[in-house]
């Protein structure tokens, strides 16, 4: 850390207006002067499952105010990227610059958000960077099936595991029931280790209501978490997942109900177009006091 003023560390939530739901992140908005120890140090005394660190944007990525640099960290690591906290960071700005387009650098690419405001309320979109879904090893689910004390037959056929990516690596798995999903008690340590060696974020387990309706949770023991209330990189990766499988037909918007089971209810849309491969998920934010 080259400063030795300690950096302010504001505190939003995303994917709800309520401050005591959806997923908190810290942010810290002029992160320029703090190495990534600092950054870490700072994002594991915030405790949330992220922390986003702005900083100068790379010459000609956009406006001043409009373009930064935006880096992700976890209790214990890097992220790549981080969706809900991207969407926290665009509206903790827009509070400041007003609502519009912003434009940040991250690890996994370039990502756009745009913030609009409507009767009261600022809600970003985030466009992810290019998708890709991949096939997930029988092994690998049956490790995971293991760590999450799930059996073969808690699984809905209809919608097969996958490793599914929009800047983050996630795998997908589809519970039969809502209960099944709501029942979660897993092992942390052996699931972090499966995840460590697929290199993923999170694992997504979702179940479907509906054509377009889905409950998701996100346990992420890599970051130090046992769960994500509300995750914006899993809900982009899902997206493609749905598309790739056919589930639904673009344009369509999905609705993703995630964090019910903890006490911290959030909203996530999905939105699918025909002509672009990229996923755009959009939600609320609020600053928690």
Known sequence: MTTHQAPEVLRYTAFSTDPAGGNPAGIVLDAGGLDDQTRLAIAAEVGYSESAFLSAAPEGLGEPDRAYTLRFFSPLAEVSFCGHAT???????????????FVFATQAGTVQVAVRAADGVLRATLTSVEPRVEPAAEAEVTEALAALGWAVGDLDAALP??????????????????ERLADLDYD?????????????????????????????????PVGGVV???????????????????????????????QGHDLGRPGLLEVELRADDPRVRVTGAGTRIP
């Open 87 to 101: 969407v926290a960071t665009a509206v903790a700005l827009a509070e400041r610059v007003g609502p519009g387009d």
């Open 227 to 257: 769960e994500d209330p509300a995750t914006g990189a899993a809900a982009a990766a899902f997206g493609a997942y749905a598309r790739e499988l056919g589930l639904v037909t673009a344009p369509v918007t999905l609705t993703l109900h």
């Open 161 to 178: 595991p996958r490793i599914a990516y929009a800047g983050a690596r996630h795998l997908v798995l589809a519970a039969a029931t809502r």
């Open 188 to 220: 942390f340590d052996r699931l972090a280790a499966l995840m460590r060696a697929l290199d993923l974020t999170t694992v997504q387990l979702v179940w479907r209501e509906s054509e377009t309706v889905f409950h998701v949770r996100d346990p992420f």
